[in-house]
């Protein structure tokens, strides 16, 4: 019996070992859970968040925005470009000719300027209509947040996958090759180490131009 126990132990790989141990962390195991739960939402979004509509039925045929980008003029609506979903749902519902407009719960989209739309100047405070008000340039504050969301924890997960691939190949290069190659391969990541944080986002930036993947 005690064999057997052994053997099973050591069958066991460290990330079982560690990811039991985790689940005994509750607060952090159920908070795990709700972020990975948000995360996967985040990437249909504009189901729920966004300025294009769902669904439009106009003079009895049916339109999907979220899908498809339709011109104001082909659903009616006498302005230039696309469509306003908000405003035609209200021009719909005046003219009562049976037309509608499905629009997501929160009908707003983070890059989206709603000056022409609310009084006052930017920023505007927490309403019904703007859960967390508006930014200096009349933009949803929330929308902007939720959409964030999804951009910043794929930037952390794609550094943290690129840190451990570029860390474990070039230790493996270290470790195979050793002598010299080891010793300067060290310098050079205790001199990189040393160089504050911020200056070295300076250096990278100068060089790159930033965007969503540096």
Not at 71 to 94: F, V
């Amino acid at each position: 019996m005690s064999e057997d126990k052994t053997q099973k132990q050591v069958s066991t790989s460290i990330l079982k070992k560690r990811w039991k141990k985790f689940k005994t962390l509750k607060r952090g195991y159920y908070s795990f859970i709700v972020i990975l739960i948000l995360y996967a939402v985040s990437f249909i979004l504009p189901l729920f968040i966004g300025k294009d509509a769902l669904i439009v039925h106009y003079n009895g045929e049916y339109y999907f925005p979220v899908f498809k980008f339709y011109s104001a003029e082909s659903l009616g609506q006498d302005i230039q470009g696309e469509a306003n979903y908000r405003l035609l749902d209200k021009q719909y519902k005046e003219e009562d000719k049976g037309n509608w407009v499905l629009l997501p719960v929160y009908p707003f989209s983070p890059n989206e300027n709603l000056l022409s739309e609310l009084a006052g100047n930017p920023p505007h405070t927490p309403s019904s209509a703007h859960w967390a008000g508006t930014d200096d340039r009349g933009r949803d504050v929330f929308a902007r947040l939720a959409y964030g969301f999804n951009i910043g924890l794929s930037f952390a997960l794609i550094v943290t996958l690129l840190t451990y691939i570029i860390g474990i190949a070039i230790g493996a290069m270290l470790g195979f090759y050793g002598g010299k190659v080891d010793m300067f391969g060290l310098r050079i990541i205790e001199i990189w180490s040393t160089i504050p944080f911020f200056y070295l986002i300076i250096i990278i930036s100068s060089i790159l131009q930033p965007n969503f993947l540096c």
